[in-house]
């Protein structure tokens, strides 16, 4: 579970990129198709990129002989520090919170589609009920405010900026946002992102209603006439949710020139950086300093030792050292799991043949394993 930490962390700043991209060169464009798989795949990347961790190769040999530099490798334990367990706590809660109310918001709307019905159509199903302020979709449903006094081309604009977000699957962003900032809860720019995309859902949705050939003077009034009400749930899409002015604003910009969109190489030298910051060395030791085989490795600024690809352990002269298991000798380090092992003391020459005499004179290995230490 330490690793999870770091995976926020690289996850955060993976959404701050792309982010932080958008918000400088996209955002007031009138591509809004364009930016919308943008956003999308920034999103997907912050989840899936802070698996990948670049590494890059160094050959170390090491000066006065392998003792002087190896004499106890650490291994990486399981111990649990108390502010790690409060704050994994912590952080479970607000996420369990989050994914709970999300599962009532779900639960109030189908008890509403149950209470009131719903009258499918080609690619929807309508809801009429007073129940709701504003009207709005979620999934394939449009629920529509029927207790509000609009006229029948105001109530067919509403229907068709609506039917907009069915027909191009903008819940599915949302899912993908909404499970994000479940798991980003506390990072604010999370939250950030997600209204980024619900913004930008409503300049597609409607652009897709002024193609269709509604008078954009009248579809303004709608909109700013339209009573203004607050998300009903999560997953929502509202007609007049997100900032009118704003939106109107868009309507009458003219069409951004699609050369800006040449700005997204933006990404690249950012992502490279991304990858640099977080990349670990892997170090090569020669196998005359390492007694673990022909190629081993270790993770440079960690305790941790890692062997790669173990052979037995034979020295140059092909006379295997001593080994010693919780002070018991025994012929081989097949007899223990890696994963038991808490620490390896390495004596050579002089250091091994004071200890144990000329038996030691190949090279001692104690190992300790961390069923002894409990």
């Known amino acids: 579970m330490e690793a999870l930490p770091i995976y926020l962390l690289k996850s955060s700043l993976c959404a701050i990129i792309f982010l932080a991209i958008y918000w400088c060169f996209f955002k007031n464009e009138t591509f809004y198709r364009f930016n919308r798989y943008f956003l999308l795949t920034g999103l997907i990347g912050s989840v899936l990129l802070p698996f990948y961790t670049y590494s890059y190769v160094v050959h170390v040999i090491p000066d006065g002989g392998f003792s002087q530099f190896v004499q106890t490798t650490k291994l990486a334990g399981d111990t649990r520090h108390g502010w790690f367990n ?6 479970s809660t607000g996420a369990c919170i989050l994914l709970i109310r999300h599962v009532i918001g779900l639960s109030n709307i189908k008890r509403i589609i149950n209470q009131y019905g719903c009258i499918s159509a080609k690619g929807y199903k309508l809801v ?3 129940f709701f302020k504003s009207s709005f979709s979620v999934f394939n449903y449009i629920i529509l405010n029927a207790s509000a006094e609009v006229s029948q081309v105001e109530r067919k604009m509403i229907l068709e900026h609506e039917l907009a977000h069915i027909k191009q699957g903008h819940w599915i962003d949302l899912l993908v946002a909404q499970v994000f900032c479940i798991v980003q809860w506390f990072n604010p720019l999370a939250w950030l992102y997600l209204y980024a995309i619900k913004q930008n859902h409503e300049y597609l949705a409607d652009h897709t209603v002024l193609q269709l050939g509604n008078s954009p003077a009248m579809y303004r009034a709608a909109l700013i006439n339209h009573s203004l009400g607050t998300s009903a749930f999560t997953f929502a899409s509202s007609f007049s949710h997100f900032d009118k002015l704003k939106r109107i604003n868009m309507m009458k910009k003219p069409a951004s020139a699609s050369a800006k969109k040449m700005a997204v190489v933006v990404v ?5 950086f991304f990858f640099w910051t977080f990349a670990k060395p892997k170090v090569i030791y020669p196998k005359t300093y390492y007694p673990y085989g022909r190629t081993a490795s270790a993770t440079i600024g960690s305790v941790k030792a890692i062997v790669k690809k173990p052979v037995s352990l034979v020295k140059p002269n092909d006379s295997p050292p001593l080994i010693f298991l919780d002070g018991i000798q025994v012929k081989s380090t097949d007899v223990i799991d890696p994963k038991d092992i808490e620490s390896i003391d390495v004596l050579k020459d002089k250091a091994a043949i ?12 104690r190992i300790s394993s961390k069923k002894l230490i409990k």
Not at 268 to 272: D, E, G, N, R
């Open 268 to 272: 690249l030298p950012a992502l490279a």
């Open 354 to 365: 004071a200890v144990y005499g000329e038996k030691g004179k190949n090279g001692v290995i």
């Open 86 to 91: 409060i704050a994994l706590a912590a952080y």
């Open 128 to 130: 009429k009920t007073p």
